[in-house]
Each structure stands twice: as structure tokens, then as C-alpha cells.
T-cell receptor, first 114, second 116 residues
Framework: AQSVTQLGSHVSVSEGALVLLRCNYS??????LFWYVQYPNQGLQLLLK??????LVKGINGFEAEFKKSETSFHLTKPSAHMSDAAEYFC????????????FGSGTQLTVLP | GAVVSQHPSRVICKSGTSVKIECRSL??????MFWYRQFPKKSLMLMAT?????????EQGVEKDKFLINHASLTLSTLTVTSAHPEDSSFYIC????????????FGSGTRLTVV
């Protein structure tokens, strides 16, 4: 069984400030972890993924996330927020090495204030 | 990179009619596709896993006779909402694994279904 918890359904930051979106997972097997971004009325775009290689993963648009097994966390960060980062962000987990589907967190709406 | 095309992006239909949503993998073969439903300001809920050449696997609570899934080729899966009702109004998104043994999932752009 696997699940994902995203702490904070809404996060607001000022433009230029650090972005931190939290994700904790639960998985009975070694997980693969993902962060997706969704803009209104659009599908999901992959930001980055962890697949048991380096624990610090760099993604697109300046985002990165660190897999911390001891904390069962995979928090998403970006040093400096941009207005275009305003969107919904989803953390997801899947069991490694299988064809099983993703399990999504409840999402975090990021607002970037001017 | 892998691209999944989903069509239509928006559809409005009358209550009692059926609507078909298509999901195509444009530059790869997708033996497995996934159909999700997303309620406003909510996460994605997996409805079913579509396997090419076989019956779809539905998640608990999803009516298979209402949400018909066909995956007749390696590049096309369809979701048909039969006898649609206003409560079926939602955002539907498909996804495909970009390699049979891979860890990548590519998403379509979604379909906004409104039943009036």
C-alpha cells in the first residue's frame, strides 16, 4: 500500500522568495516519487522524479526535491519564486519496478504575490 | 519526449447522452493507459487502468458500465461516459507509461465535461 500526504493545501510566497512544498509518503516497498504541476484546465506536467538514483533531484524551471528516507519525505523547493510558478502542485508515488499506477497527494495551490 | 494527445479538451452534452473521450500516444506505444477524474480543487482519482487488447481494470466504486474503456490499439484508449448525468461533470485526464518497464508517465491535457 502507498499513500502521499501534502501538508498545506494553499501556500503563498512573495515573488523572489523561497518556495517549499511539503510531501510525505508511505510505501510498503521502495518508492518512486514524482512532482507534477498543473495549470488551470490543463493536464499534468512532470517537474521531477526520484527513481532510486541520486537523492537530490533537479527538475525543470529551477525546482528540486530531496528524497529523505529517514523522514519519508520528498519536499519540493525553489530558491526564488516567479509569478509564473503559480499553479497546483501534486506529489505522487508509485512502487518501484512495477507497472502500477501513481497515487497522488491532494495537491498544493501555490500563489505568488508580487 | 513522449506526448499524449487527449481530445476533446471541452465538451458539453445533454443529460442522457453519451460522450467519448480519446487519448492517443503520439510517438510511442502505450500498452497501459490510466484514466483519472479530477473534481474541482481536488486531487486526481484513478478510475481505471486500460490495457491494450484486454479488459480495463476498474478501481473500487467506479461503474464499469457507465465508464466504458476501450484500448483497441497500442496508441489509442477511449473513455465513453454513457447516459451522462450532471454529476458526471468533471475534468477527466488520461495518462500513459512511456515505456512498458519505465517509470515515466505522460499526461494528456485533460477533458472538461459538462453535462447539462
Amino acid at each position: 500500500a502507498q499513500s502521499v500526504t501534502q501538508l498545506g493545501s494553499h501556500v503563498s510566497v512573495s515573488e523572489g522568495a523561497l518556495v517549499l512544498l511539503r510531501c510525505n509518503y508511505s510505501s510498503s516497498v521502495p518508492p518512486y516519487l514524482f512532482w507534477y504541476v498543473q495549470y488551470p484546465n490543463q493536464g499534468l506536467q512532470l517537474l521531477l522524479k526520484y527513481t532510486s538514483a541520486a537523492t537530490l533531484v533537479k527538475g525543470i524551471n529551477g525546482f528540486e526535491a530531496e528524497f529523505k528516507k529517514s523522514e519519508t519525505s520528498f519536499h519540493l523547493t525553489k530558491p526564488s519564486a516567479h509569478m509564473s510558478d503559480a499553479a497546483e502542485y501534486f506529489c505522487a508515488v508509485s512502487p518501484s519496478g512495477s507497472a502500477r499506477q501513481l497515487t497522488f497527494g491532494s495537491g498544493t495551490q501555490l500563489t505568488v504575490l508580487p | 519526449g513522449a506526448v499524449v494527445s487527449q481530445h476533446p479538451s471541452r465538451v458539453i452534452c445533454k443529460s442522457g447522452t453519451s460522450v467519448k473521450i480519446e487519448c492517443r500516444s503520439l510517438d510511442f506505444q502505450a500498452t497501459t493507459m490510466f484514466w483519472y477524474r479530477q473534481f474541482p480543487k481536488k486531487s486526481l482519482m484513478l478510475m481505471a487502468t486500460s490495457n491494450e487488447g484486454s479488459k480495463a481494470t476498474y478501481e473500487q466504486g467506479v461503474e464499469k458500465d457507465k465508464f466504458l474503456i476501450n484500448h483497441a490499439s497500442l496508441t489509442l484508449s477511449t473513455l465513453t461516459v454513457t447516459s451522462a448525468h450532471p454529476e458526471d461533470s468533471s475534468f477527466y485526464i488520461c495518462s500513459a507509461r512511456d515505456r512498458p518497464d519505465g517509470d515515466g508517465y505522460t499526461f494528456g491535457s485533460g477533458t472538461r465535461l459538462t453535462v447539462v
